[in-house]
Nanobody, 121 residues
Framework: QVQLVESGGGLVQSGGSLRLSCAASETLFSFAAMGWYRQAPGKQRELVAIITRGGATTYADYVKGRFTLSRDNAKSTVYLQMNSLKPEDTAVYYC???????????????WGQGTQVTVSP
C-alpha cells in the first residue's frame, strides 16, 4: 500500500513562507501525477498544484506566482514552497498521487493524511 506522508505545515504570519514536503513510499516514477490540494473549513477540497511524471506543472490561479512545486526523485519527495502567504491560504493541505490520471480533478488513487497551514493576519 502506497503511503504519502506530509510535513511542514504550521502557523505563519501573512506574507510569510512555508515549505511542505510529501514523502512517498515508492519511486515517484510510479505515478503519472502527484500534487497538492487543500481544504478550508466549510469549503470543498481544491487544487493547489500538480506535477506529472514528465515534469509538467499546473497551478491554480490563486497560487500562481506565490507557490512553487518541485520534486526530488532520489528522495521520492515532492515539495510545495509557499511564499507571500495570505490568510485565505489557511487550510489542511493534502498530498495526492495517481498511477494513471493526470487531470487535476481526477487524481484520486492515494492521499496523505494532511498537514495544517494557518496564516494569521
Amino acid at each position: 500500500q502506497v503511503q504519502l506522508v506530509e510535513s511542514g505545515g504550521g502557523l505563519v504570519q501573512s506574507g510569510g513562507s512555508l515549505r511542505l514536503s510529501c514523502a512517498a513510499s515508492e519511486t515517484l516514477f510510479s505515478f503519472a501525477a502527484m500534487g497538492w490540494y487543500r481544504q478550508a473549513p466549510g469549503k470543498q477540497r481544491e487544487l493547489v498544484a500538480i506535477i506529472t511524471r514528465g515534469g509538467a506543472t499546473t497551478y491554480a490561479d490563486y497560487v500562481k506566482g506565490r507557490f512553487t512545486l518541485s520534486r526530488d526523485n532520489a528522495k521520492s519527495t515532492v515539495y510545495l514552497q509557499m511564499n507571500s502567504l495570505k490568510p485565505e491560504d489557511t487550510a489542511v493541505y493534502y498530498c495526492a498521487a495517481d498511477r494513471i490520471r493526470t487531470i487535476p480533478s481526477e487524481i484520486d488513487d492515494y492521499w496523505g493524511q494532511g498537514t495544517q497551514v494557518t496564516v494569521s493576519p
